[in-house]
C-alpha cells in the first residue's frame, strides 16, 4: 500500500524540554482496586518526575515504582490513524467531591468515607481530520487529529484507541465550539517519540536512574508498539534542518492541515519531497 510522502513537523532534535523532578510539590496518583460495590484497595502513588515533549503538548510522567501491582501492558501505535477510521477515546468524568479531594482525609478515611467518585466511560468516533503542526494557538498544540464526537469534561490525558485496541493517541480537548458539530481533538504521540524521559526504579537496596527516549525504549524491548514505530522518520528541510515527519496514505492528504485557519481556508498541508 502506497503511504506516501512524509509530512514535515516539527524539531524533535535540539528541543527546548522541559523537566522536573518533583521533591517539593506533591503530585500523585490515587490508585483504587474495587473489591466490592462500595469497597476497594487504594493507595497514593507519588509521580516522581515529568518531561515535556516538544513538538507536541504532551508530557510524561514517571511514577513511583510498586512491586506486586497488576499493570496493563499498552500497545502504542505510532501510526497517524486512517480518515474515517473509528478511534474510542477512555477517560474519567463525574469526579466527586466537586471541590476536590483533600489528601489529609482521604489518607484518614479512605476513598469511600471522604465521599470520592469517579464514572469511567468510552466515546467513538470517526478520524474527520489530521493538524500537522498544531490545531491552534493556546488550543491543541502540537500535531492532532479530529474526531466527530465530543470527550466529556476529564477525559483529557486518556488514550485513544485505533480500531486494533492499540493507543494511537492522548485525549487533548473537546472542540465543539470550533467546528459547531460534536469535535474532539487527540494528540498523536509520533512527533515525541525522539524525546527523553527521565525515570527511577527501586529494587531492593538498589535504585536504578535512566534518561531515555521511547525510541530506546522500544528497541530496548521495554515499550511493546504494533510495528509502526518505523513510520516517523527524519527529513532533511534545508531551510529549517533536521525535522520530523511520518508516512500518511495519499487519500488522506485532502483532510490534511497545518492548522485550524488552514482547515477553515481549505489549505492542505504541504508535504516534503521524499518519497516515505
Not at 485496541?165 to 494528540?187: K, M, Q, R, W
Not at 526504579?201 to 530496548?220: C, D, F, M, N, Y
Not at 483532510?255 to 482547515?263: H, I, M, Q, S
Request: charged share 15%.
Amino acid at each position: 500500500m502506497d503511504k506516501g510522502r512524509p509530512l514535515v513537523l516539527g524539531n524533535p532534535l535540539n528541543p527546548s524540554l522541559g523537566s522536573a523532578t518533583l521533591t517539593t510539590v506533591g503530585l500523585s496518583v490515587l490508585h483504587v482496586v474495587p473489591t466490592g460495590p462500595v469497597t476497594g484497595d487504594w493507595s497514593i502513588w507519588p509521580i516522581q518526575s515529568f518531561n515535556a515533549a516538544p513538538p507536541t503538548d504532551l508530557l510524561y510522567g514517571c511514577l513511583e515504582h510498586r512491586e506486586g501491582v497488576l499493570r496493563a501492558n499498552v500497545v502504542m501505535s505510532y501510526a497517524v490513524p486512517r480518515i474515517g477510521s473509528n478511534v474510542r477515546c477512555i477517560g474519567y468524568t463525574g469526579f466527586r467531591p466537586e471541590g476536590g479531594l483533600s489528601k489529609s482525609v482521604l489518607e484518614v478515611q479512605g476513598p469511600v468515607g471522604s465521599g470520592y467518585g469517579h464514572q469511567l466511560g468510552v466515546v467513538e468516533g470517526s478520524v474527520t481530520a489530521i493538524f500537522t503542526k498544531e490545531f491552534t494557538k493556546g488550543f491543541g498544540g502540537g500535531p492532532c487529529f479530529a474526531i466527530d464526537a465530543e470527550v466529556p469534561h476529564g477525559y483529557s490525558g486518556g488514550p485513544a484507541l485505533n480500531k486494533d485496541g492499540n493507543v494511537c493517541g492522548v485525549v487533548s480537548s473537546g472542540a465543539t465550539n470550533f467546528f459547531d458539530t460534536p469535535t474532539s481533538i487527540i494528540a498523536l504521540p509520533y512527533p515525541a517519540i525522539h524525546s527523553p524521559i527521565d525515570f527511577r526504579g527501586t529494587k531492593g537496596p538498589l535504585t536504578v536512574h535512566g534518561r531515555r527516549s521511547p525510541a530506546e525504549l522500544i528497541q530496548l524491548g521495554l515499550m511493546t508498539t504494533d510495528g509502526t514505530e518505523n513510520h516517523p522518520e527524519l527529513v532533511d528541510v534545508s531551510s529549517e534542518g533536521i525535522l520530523i515527519g511520518t508516512k500518511i496514505h495519499r487519500d488522506d492528504r485532502p483532510f490534511v492541515f497545518e492548522d485550524f485557519r488552514g482547515y477553515q481556508e481549505g489549505r492542505p498541508a504541504s508535504t516534503s519531497e521524499s518519497d516515505g
